[in-house]
């Protein structure tokens, strides 16, 4: 039950749209126990950002599971999701920020996990 959410102050086309979708798809198992058959994913592109004071592009990626990971999962989730945004959207990996929240309640049709 992950979610991943993308928002960048970049356009974001329909193709690299579909790109995204199908390498987060991929990037998501990274984590022990998550594939894309449960991803969700959101991208929002076109957004006010402003990064050190600067509106160069930038991106934030959050990365929501039900249960958690070992620091050395989110490590390497943390160096996939920089590489796969720096390709894909063209942002530089040192303007791009990948945040973590854990939850122990998740519900999908109409029940909880």
């Known amino acids: 039950m992950p979610n991943i959410h993308v ?3 970049i356009t974001l086309t329909e193709n690299t749209k579909e790109d995204l979708k199908a390498a987060l798809g991929k990037a998501i198992e990274t ?13 929002e592109g076109d957004k006010a950002m402003y ?6 592009p930038c ?3 959050s990365v929501e599971l ?24 063209g942002v530089a990996p040192d303007r791009i920020y990948t945040k ?10 109409g029940n909880n996990f």
């Not at 039900?66 to 959207?89: C, F, H, P, Q, R």
């Open 7 to 9: 928002q960048t102050n």
């Open 31 to 43: 984590i022990p126990g998550k594939t894309e058959r449960w991803l969700m994913v959101v991208m």
């Open 51 to 56: 990064f050190q004071g600067s509106d160069a």
């Open 59 to 61: 991106a934030l990626c």
């Open 66 to 89: 039900l249960g958690s990971a070992s620091d050395a999962v989110y490590d390497k989730m943390t160096a996939v999701m920089t590489d796969l945004l720096s390709e894909k959207l």
């Open 100 to 109: 973590y929240t854990e939850y122990t309640h998740w519900g999908w049709n």
